[in-house]
Structure formats: structure tokens, C-alpha cells
């Protein structure tokens, strides 16, 4: 990865204290988004993480990886498909592929959907998020992608915080780490 991108993002990031209600600080990642350097690089920087995947699709799940996923699928030539959480207000049209996510990092179970009807069988599947904790989320996606009869090529995000060996078995690759953001 580019050593001038690496540098930026981790001068953008900070942490944010919500208030005194709050047990944690809350990263603030909006600056990358806000610096036209960075949003040109990012897509470019992650699809670089997985150089000879070759992917079909990049799905990537809301909020953030509804900008990010479209930013690495124009980077790798491939499509995006977004993956949504159950339990907002949207109307989902059609067949909605659904896997539940192991625990994340607040103890939270969450469904993912995508649309069933742009999820080949034989699509090759470059799984993209921001920020990965306890990689619930990529795991639920890579058993989604599974049962639609697709390979995940790999897992790429900004910011990977899970043990090693929740990466090594994810497939996960990351720009950073939790130990390269400023505390």
C-alpha cells in the first residue's frame, strides 16, 4: 500500500468521546471521506490488497460500505452489490438472500441481506467493510455468499481491530490496524 495514503488516513482519524453516557470513545473516520486524495485512493488501495482475486462482485454491507464498495469495484472492474441490515424502513423487492451475523463487537446479533437475484452461482466475491472488530459481519457475508453457490476471493477493510487469527481465518487483509490509529 501507498505509504503517503497509509499516513493520511491515520492523520484524519481520531476518536471521539459521545458523552459521559458512553463507556467507549467512538471512531471518527468522516475526514477520509472529506479529503478527495483519500476517496480516490481507498478503492485503488483495497481492491490492491487481493492484486490477482479477480472478482465479479464486491459486496460490502451498509453504511459506510455502501461509498466504500463502489469505490474498490471501480478499482477492480467488477460489480457491487450492497448488503443491508434487516430491521430498517426500507422495502426490499424480490428475493433477498438473509444470514445472521455471530455476535459483533457489542454483543449484537444482525441480519444481512442482498438481493438474491444479483448473487450468481460461480461469482467470484471480494467482501469489503470499513472496519473489522470481531468480523462478524464478513463472516455472516462469506456464508451467504456460500449458499448462493459464489466464492469469496477476500476480505479487505481500512481498519482491521480482530485477533489475527479472526483475520487469518476471514481471509481478512486491511490498510491498518488498531495499533497504527493514534490514541
Sequence with gaps: MDDVL???LIELF???DPGPDSSHLVSDISAWWRDPNVLAAVG???AGLFPA???TVVIAPEVTGLLLGPLVAVATGAGFLPAYKDGGERRRLGATRWAETPPDHRGRRLRLGVDGDRLDPGDRVLLVDDWVDSG???EALGRLVAAAGARVVGAAALVATCPPEVAARLGLRALLTGESLPR
Excluded: D, F, G
Aim: glycine letters at 0%.
Design 53 to 55: 482475486a479477480r472478482p
Design 6 to 8: 497509509r499516513r493520511r
Design 136 to 138: 462478524a459481519q464478513i
Design 44 to 46: 485503488p488501495a483495497l
Design 14 to 16: 481520531r476518536w471521539v
